[in-house]
């Protein structure tokens, strides 16, 4: 099968002047759990391939907290603020400190580095067991696109009489005109890119008549710029039911913060597990570093076994490389996971196979090499 991005939007943004950079300089953020095994393995593809790396380590996790009630320095943004791009393990370990508090300078990182676009491809590949019945290869191919920074994840909200009987929560949703039309814009943009040019545009608008119906409308008045792009609204339950039903029908999806977070680990599921699936935090002007993260979490269940999959965290490597400008490195980074999948003998657990986070890795860099 032929190596191409399986998303396109990424080369839309501003490429550096490739003459006058000497290295790329790359955050190396582990964080908690398996995010050091899998960080580890995506290092060490980066580095195995002809372009030149300036890698600095962060090991702020969880293990800050007990001696300072945070899970990294106050000025982390400020640290980061330098790199071209910042590459992500997974942060979170209940056993350590409060998810809340450990998942913190993610969203923040977001939030404050404007990273609005959160893109998460989703391509079924050869060799890889579909928990869907009759699907091949190829046939589920779509890129979901998250709004990041706003939506229902903003910190507005408060709880009130806590402890009385008359305890009360509010968490508001905020969805602005630039927030959302910035991110259907690049939707369609994304959509464009790509063979089949259609998008869908998760909603709950028969519900939430205020934050969807607006949405909508936003949409609305995006769609007159792209004739050539065919556009559906889906309510998120539809879609929920249709990404296991039907995912051959989906190209380029575009939803808000929580309708994303949650279809987007179905659609890992589909593609064969949280092992494979990929993501990029993007500010696509460029003006703050983005981030590159496996989509699943620190898994603590299999953290320090050896068993984790670096897939996810390569392919993540693979988007920095193709938002770095070096498209076609990314595609060989694409090509050599294909041929590792396709291969099924180099294996972690979650693929039936008995090999270690450090063997896939090897075997990625052999088929890079070979
Ligand atoms: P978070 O809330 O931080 O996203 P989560 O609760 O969704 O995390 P994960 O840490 O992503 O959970 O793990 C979910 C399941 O997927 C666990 O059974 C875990 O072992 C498995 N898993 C996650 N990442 C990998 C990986 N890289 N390789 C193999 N299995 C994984």
Redesign the pocket.
Known sequence: MEARAPYGALTAVKIPDKDSIMAYKVALYPGD??GPE?IAEARRVLEALPASFEFTLFDWNSSLYASTGRCAPRDYLDRLMPFDAILLG???DASKAP?HIA?EPLLSMRKGFDQYVNIRPTFLYDGVDCPLKNIAPGQIDMVVIRENTEGEYTDLGGRHYVGTPHEAAMQVNYFTRMGTERIIRYAFETARKRERRHLTSITKSNALKYSMVFWDSVLADVAKDYPDVTCAPMLVDAAAMNFVRSPGMFDVVVCSNLFGDILT?IAAIIVG???FAGSANINPTRRYPSMFE?????????AGTG???????ILSAAMMCEFLGEVELAGRVRNAVRANLAGGRVR???RGGHDSTSAVGNDIIKKLQG
């Open positions: 759990g398996v899998v997974a942060l979170g998810d998942v680990d597990g949280m092992g496996p989509v699943h979490g620190s898994a603590p269940d299999i068993k984790a999959n670096p897939i996810a965290a972690t657990p979650d």
